[in-house]
């Protein structure tokens, strides 16, 4: 697991391979990714928007951006967490992701964003 505080909210990762959903011989390597999102400040913060960087092993990169996560923007009250699962697909069987979350401070109406820690994507088997 892997995590980053900024600005008082803490974001936790973790992946796993999916071998069930990967299919090695046509070049797809499915990944599962668990979010915890705790927010440790003193205020209410909504997250609003999420922007990932995605890198595979075999050179390719994409960026993905949208509103909310999983079809939501959760209000997350000081002390409480968020947690959410999805999913990535890559051509090769590593990978990383890392990005931000764009986050709305209610109190203040701040805007601000939120770094989502590198993470590794590789299968059980290549860390052995």
């Known amino acids: 697991m892997v995590t980053e505080i900024t600005e008082g909210v803490k974001v936790s990762v973790e992946a796993i391979y999916q071998p069930e959903y990967s299919n090695p011989e046509n070049e797809h390597f499915m990944f599962a990714y668990k979010i915890t999102i705790e927010n440790m400040s003193d205020y209410n913060v909504q997250l609003l928007r999420r922007h990932w960087f995605i890198f595979d092993s075999n050179g390719t990169h994409r960026e993905v951006e949208g509103e909310g996560v999983i ?10 967490r968020y ?46």
């Open 71 to 80: 079809g939501q923007q959760p209000l997350i009250a000081p002390g409480e």
């Open 83 to 128: 947690e959410y699962v999805s999913g990535c697909n890559l051509k090769s069987d590593m990978g990383s992701m890392q990005g931000s979350y764009q986050m709305l401070r209610e109190i203040d109406g701040a805007v601000f964003d939120v770094v989502i820690p590198k993470f590794h994507l590789i299968p059980d088997h290549k860390l052995n």
